[in-house]
């Protein structure tokens, strides 16, 4: 029963606290903040490099999921306010076009269907690659049966003059 309980106020501590915390950013322009604050700061890429490092560190030798969304945070705090070249952009901006197919069916390479071909690099650099590339070849997949279903729900909707159909967006990822 104590074990239950414990879980269950991780998951809560682990789940709500970030989605309150980002709230409290989105409410509060916390992002638009730092990104003024930190405009003008010499060497803000390596002291942010410096800082990422260090959180991993802290992290890896205090391994709490207490910790893991103060952390969390800090990275995303972090990351946001460091800039970043084109090429990264663009890869980033791909990735955010599948992140969320990669966040729903990531689990079930690793937990249920495909453990032996996520584990197969053998070490944690690229068995996570490894995972990011099965999982986007599995979101390209999952977009090419989505996005007809989605257009052909809008194009049924729409002969009924609603403009509000239940899929709203269903653009091509480039």
């Not at 306010?81 to 729903?104: A, C, P, R």
């Amino acid at each position: 029963m104590l074990t239950i309980m414990v879980n269950a106020i991780v998951l809560v501590g682990t789940s709500l606290l970030p989605f309150i915390i980002g709230s409290i950013f989105a409410k509060e322009k916390l992002f638009s903040k730092l990104s003024s604050n930190f405009r003008n700061i010499k060497h803000k890429n390596g002291i942010g490099f410096f800082g990422i490092i260090s959180l991993v560190i802290i992290h890896s030798l205090y391994e709490s999921m207490i910790i893991a969304p103060f952390t969390g945070i800090a990275f995303i705090c972090i990351f946001v306010s460091m800039n970043k070249s084109k090429i990264i952009e663009k890869v980033l901006l791909y990735i955010s076009h599948h992140s969320t197919n990669i966040w729903l069916i990531h689990m079930f390479f690793y937990i249920s269907f495909f453990k032996e071909l996520t584990f197969a690099p053998k070490y944690p650099l690229f068995i996570f690659v490894w995972l990011i590339f099965l999982c986007l070849i599995s979101s390209h997949i999952i977009n090419f049966i989505y996005y007809p279903i989605a257009k052909f729900v809008d194009k049924y909707f729409s002969r009924f003059g609603r403009q509000d159909s239940p899929v709203k967006s269903h653009k091509a990822v480039v």
